[in-house]
């Protein structure tokens, strides 16, 4: 390892020099470290890479990734949980789960059931995450919230350099299922939205993947589909689930454009469960009409329009970057309005009312 370089939570950029074994191979390559799980590394450190994702030119996850420093091994963890996480692989890693006997959060976890109304957005996207926030603290600037992170996309929270940015205007992040590094760690969203309200005394849940997702092209084939379960499982812990849907105008994939098919397939196949549906009061015509023909796919839900005065403010105000396949706010605006839209009608009705 030749050079150090930014450092956010839990994780570490370095620079590294390969040993090439083809001609092709670079001379160097960014990579990237969990300190938690592989100690602290320095320069002239040995590193073991994996470098799957940057041979395939993965947009969010091009790193190389150290798997280990073979000379530097970091201390044997001691934690009092038992809930391994990103299980049966070479980085599996013991957490304490939120509700477990050791954790300080045992006894208010032990009993709940319900969420009491908590009002949960969904959403698709990780990058839907800021903007989301944005809208709710737009319409409620004292709120607590917390993020939710499902395991469609990166495993590790650390990953994230804009959670790391969001990190003072939320309660708290939950990490569930295969995800680990949040401020609390859970078994799955169930349990996940229980901390989040119970645990965290969060007035709002934002639940997505975390950076990165799956897709294939097809009907079936993306990750999102747990934008779904997500509602379901709001709807039986007694929470509103809030849609924030991905809609956009400036995707070159007819799939995606005007609500995308991840939405159409997720809102209108997978959750069982009725959600609020949030669209901004005024779309560009052409986004607006085909909005328009795609709604009745998405009949089981309540569709609610949501005044955008202000909110394009609040987007510029956050204090991480807006970007979404590559497009920022002014690329995409109707995709980040849209989300900040959900944001704002959740402190709505976390406040006593419903924005609009």
Sequence with gaps: MTALGRAWNGARELTVELHRRTPDDPE????????????????????LLNTNALKAGLGTGGYAHVIALPDALPEDRTTPGHVVKARYTPMQTMVLAADEEASPHR?????????????????????????????VHAGGPNLRVAYVMTD???LPAWFSRTLDGLAPLLAGTVTTGQTFGGDLEATN??????????????????VTQGPGNLGTGTTWGFSGTSTGEAVNATAALGGRPVGALRLSDADARDRHL???????TAYGRVALAPADLVL???????????????????GRHRVVRVASEGLDAALRALPVGLSTMGRGL????????TSAAAGRYAAGLATGGEAR
């Design 189 to 206: 969203v169930h349990t996940g939205l229980l901390a989040a309200r119970h645990a965290l005394r969060a007035d709002v849940a934002i």
């Design 28 to 47: 160097t390559v960014r990579a990237l470290a969990y300190t938690e799980l592989i100690g602290t590394p320095a320069v002239g450190d040995r590193v």
């Design 258 to 264: 005007g609500i995308s098919h991840h939405s159409l």
């Design 330 to 337: 002014d690329a995409d605006h109707a995709y980040f309005l």
């Design 280 to 298: 901004p009061g005024e779309l560009p015509k052409d986004l607006e009409d085909r909005v328009r023909e795609q709604l009745p796919a998405l």
């Design 152 to 154: 469609g996309g990166a």
């Design 107 to 135: 006894d208010a976890l032990a009993t709940a059931d319900d969420i009491g109304g908590m009002p949960v957005v969904t959403a698709d996207l990780h990058s839907a995450l800021p903007a989301i926030l944005a809208g």
